[in-house]
C-alpha cells in the first residue's frame, strides 16, 4: 500500500515536495491550475480550485489532500472535511492564514506578541487609529495580498479610500486591518511544523530580506541569533502551530524590532520561501517535514546540518527565454551552490529560482551565493 497525498496548485511549491515523496516512497499527485505549471512531473489534474465538484473528484483518490497555496475557498475546505476527506492544513486553521484580521484576532486571544492593530471600516476609524500611532500606520487588504501587494503605509485616511471602496460589500467581511508601522531592525520567519497528534518540531530562526515587497535573500540562523533570540522565536512557533491547531509546515513573520522584540507579522500554512535553505541546509528539508507532518508520519530532525545556509531567489527577466546559459555559468562560478529550477518561464519579477550555499564562514557563503546569483542578473 502506497500512501498518496494530494496536492491542490501545481506551483513551485508542490514541484519541490515531489523529490521528497519519491525518496519517501509516497506518491504525490497535483491539482494544477493549468497544464505546464511547475509541478508538471507529479502525476497530476487540471482544475480549478474554487470547484467543489473538480477537488472532491482530486481528493478522492489520494489518501490526504494539502497544498502549494492558501486559496481553496473555506467552503470548498468545509465540504471536503465533512465529506470525510483528511485536509491538511484544516479549515479551521488555514482561515487565519487566509484572512489576516482573523489571524489578528486569533493570535490576540492567544497571547503573542504582535504590532498593535484594528479592524477599521470607514477613514474615520482609520483615522483615530493613526492619531494614536504617531499619524502613521499600515493599512492591509485582509485577504487576497502577497508579495506586499496589500500592504500600503499611509500617513492620512484619505489614501486608503480606494481599498475601503474595494472591500465595501464582501461577503467575507468589509473591514480593512490597520497595524502600527514597526520600527524594526530586521525581518525573520520562524518555521514550524506539526503533525495531527500533536507532534511539533521547528528549525533554527532566520532572517529574510525583501526587496520590493519579494523576498531576496535569507540567512539561516539569523545572523547574530542569540540563544534567547533562538529559544523565543521557536517558542512563538511552537505555540501558534499548537494554538491553532495547524497541520503541515507553517511559517511566521517576524519583526525583530529595534527595541528587541519579536512581533509576529504573518502566517503561511504550508511550505514556504523563507524555508527553500533547508533543501541543502537542514538535516529535514521543510518538504519532507511537510509530507511526513499530513500524513501523520514521525517529523524529522529539523536541526541545521551546517553553520550557516544562504538562500537567494532567482528572477526572471528581464529578457525572455531559457535560463539554460545563465545555469551554467552559475554552476562554474561555484561549484559548491545547490541551484533549484522551478522550470517556469521567465518574466520579470517572477521567481523562477533559487540557490542555496552552505558552509562554515557567514561572510564566505555570502560572497559565494551573491556571486552564483550573480549570474542571473542581466
Ligand atoms: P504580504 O502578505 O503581501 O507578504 P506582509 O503583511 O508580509 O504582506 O507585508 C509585506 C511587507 O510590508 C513586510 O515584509 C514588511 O516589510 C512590511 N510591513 C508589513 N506590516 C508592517 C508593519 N506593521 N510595520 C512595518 N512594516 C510592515
Redesign the pocket.
Known sequence: MVLRVGVVGGGQLARMMIPAAVNLGIEIRVLAEAEGMSAALAARSVGDYRDLATVAAFAADVDVITFDHEHVPQAVLRALTSSGVAVHPGPEALQFAQD?LRMRERLAALGTPQ?D?AAVTNEAELQVFLDAHGGR??V?MPRG???????R?VSGAAEAADWFAAVAGDPAGNALLV??????RR?LAQLVARRPSGEVGHWPVVE?V?ID?VCAEVFAPAPKASARLLEVAGEIGDAIVSGLGVTGVMAV?L?ETSDDRL?V??LAMRPHNSGHWTQDGAVTSQFEQHLRAVLDLPLGDAGATAPWTVMMNILGGPSEGPLDARYVSAMSAVPHAKIHNYGKDPRPGRKVGHINVTGEVLDDVTYDAREAAAAFQD
Not at 145 to 151: E, F, R
Not at 179 to 184: C, H, Q, S, T, W
Open positions: 489576516k504590532p492593530w500606520g499600515v492591509k495580498g502577497y508579495d506586499g501587494k496589500g500592504v503605509i497595524e502600527e508601522l514597526v520600527d524594526f525581518e529574510t525583501q515587497g513573520e519583526f512581533l507579522n504573518e
